[in-house]
């Protein structure tokens, strides 16, 4: 459709906007942004996608909507002009995820279809070609920050200059925290477990309902109440054990237990569909004794009282005592898994368990034995422990010295955003646009947006 037969197509009457887009509504171009159009149809069906996944939708939605589209039009024309590529991985692993995403939503394949009207391969090319257009966009985007000089130590005092009081970025507490950590006697706790399954198993196969056995007996609380039931499910959101085991599976018949880092299962498989399925599940998670606990607890007291009448550093006693891989070889170090950072705010200490125990300790303390939860598993395994305050850092206002990285970062997106803000600014004048009127009292974040609609008013 060429420019003009586009902009013309706007002058056919459109029903305001309601809840759901009418089924019989024919399709139409409400913007047109240089050489590329929107359709009322694309707005639409992210609206959709936002319900499936239990998000409020409105007009002031849909306006936000169509500026964010207009604006990928004005990034995509440029990176095709400046012959950028598509990050195709990038692409398939967000596709892949928005599948994943309305699949578990909606119940499966055929209730997606229903609900957006049209066959999930004509879905997945749709969306296919959204994220690529993301993917050109974000390229783009990085492109017009990467332009921006090196920031200066006195560019950063400038911005740390110019912010009022109240804008200065503010530095939560950190603590800088290391660990020795005892495991309890998985081996015996693993080999109960696993008898127990196998019991369990042995009665389904002889006519026991392995719903009525999950609901006794399975430790996962969430699927326990429908009788062990996980609902129609991506294979891709479980464990790959889980997942291999219970799509080698004939609906009905028994798996054979099943190791996870969540703990052992007995899965029955209900039905699949493609990559995914639904399936039953037990789940048992190795318990220990007051024994083994009193037994850890010994060990780290101990080892707390030589580091304490310094007969050993608890550097050296995490090298050589912790069965913590991770921490170990640091000296018992912790370390943030999300960011790698050797310093923790307070509200990213995890798990509560942790948190309890240093939260009344002053720098250099170290705790008492305490029980808490490893990282391996969704809920975690259990383990043993002392933690030592190696420093904490007070909140406060980000300083120049002590917090440069910081205020360099700052002033590095600040400037990435003006950049940003000037291209569109700049495009957004020198590029043909028309707005259909039912958009043109949306009240757009960006001025130059609502002064091309007042401008297409008059």
């Known amino acids: 459709m060429t420019i003009a037969l586009a902009a013309a197509s706007m002058a056919c009457s459109v029903p305001a906007f309601s809840q759901n887009y009418p089924a019989g509504l024919v399709d139409k171009t409400v913007a047109v942004v240089g050489n590329e159009m929107i359709a009322i149809s694309q707005i639409e069906q992210q609206i959709q996608y936002m319900r499936a996944n239990g998000m409020y939708s409105d007009k ?76 050109l966009t974000q390229t783009m985007q990085r492109n017009i920050a990467s332009r921006i000089p090196d920031l200066t130590p006195v560019d950063v005092r400038h911005y740390l200059d110019s912010l009022d009081e109240l804008d200065v970025p503010e530095v939560p507490t950190k603590y800088q925290l290391s660990q020795i950590c005892v495991y309890p006697d998985r081996e015996a706790a693993n080999m109960a477990v696993k008898e127990k399954l196998l019991s369990l198993r042995e009665r389904v196969l002889n006519g026991e309902k392995f719903s009525t056995l999950a609901r006794i007996y399975s430790e996962d609380p969430g699927s326990a109440i429908r009788g062990g039931e996980l609902g129609l499910t991506p294979k891709s959101n479980f464990w790959p054990a889980f997942s291999d085991a219970a799509m080698s599976l004939k609906p009905g018949m028994i798996s054979q237990i099943v190791e996870t880092p969540d703990g052992f299962h007995i899965i029955q498989v209900i039905e699949k569909k493609g990559d995914m399925f639904n399936a039953r599940h037990i789940l048992i998670k190795p318990k220990y004794t007051i024994e083994d606990r009193e037994k850890g607890f010994r060990k780290l007291d101990s080892l707390k009282t030589e580091i304490s009448n310094d007969a050993v550093t608890f550097e050296l006693a995490a090298q050589f005592y912790s069965q913590d891989l991770l921490s170990r070889t640091n000296g018992g170090q912790m370390s943030d898994p999300n960011t790698g950072s050797s310093y923790f705010e307070i509200d ?52 120049f010295t002590d917090d440069y990285n910081m205020l360099l970062e700052s002033a590095r997106e600040k400037k990435s955003m003006e950049a940003i803000d000037r291209f569109i600014a700049e495009k957004i004048k020198s590029t043909f646009i028309v707005i259909d009127p039912i958009f043109r009292d949306c009240d757009f974040s960006r001025e130059a947006w609502r002064e091309v609609a007042r401008r297409q008013d008059n």
């Open 60 to 135: 002031n939605m849909r306006c936000s909507i169509l500026e964010q589209n207009m604006e990928t039009k004005l990034f995509l024309m440029q990176a095709r002009i400046d012959s950028l590529t598509i990050d195709n991985e990038y692409v398939n692993s967000l596709l892949n995820g928005r599948i994943d995403d309305v699949r578990r939503a909606l119940g499966g394949d055929e209730n997606v279809e229903q609900y957006f009207g049209k066959p999930l391969y004509r879905l997945r090319q749709e969306w296919k070609r959204e994220m690529e257009d993301q993917s």
């Open 348 to 399: 990213q200490i995890y798990p509560p368990q942790d948190y309890n125990a240093i939260k009344n300790l002053k720098e250099g303390e170290i705790s008492e034995p305490f029980e808490s939860l490893d990282r391996e598993g969704r809920n975690g395994n259990t383990v043993y422990k002392i933690i030592k305050v190696d420093k904490i850092i007070p909140a406060h206002k980000a300083e």
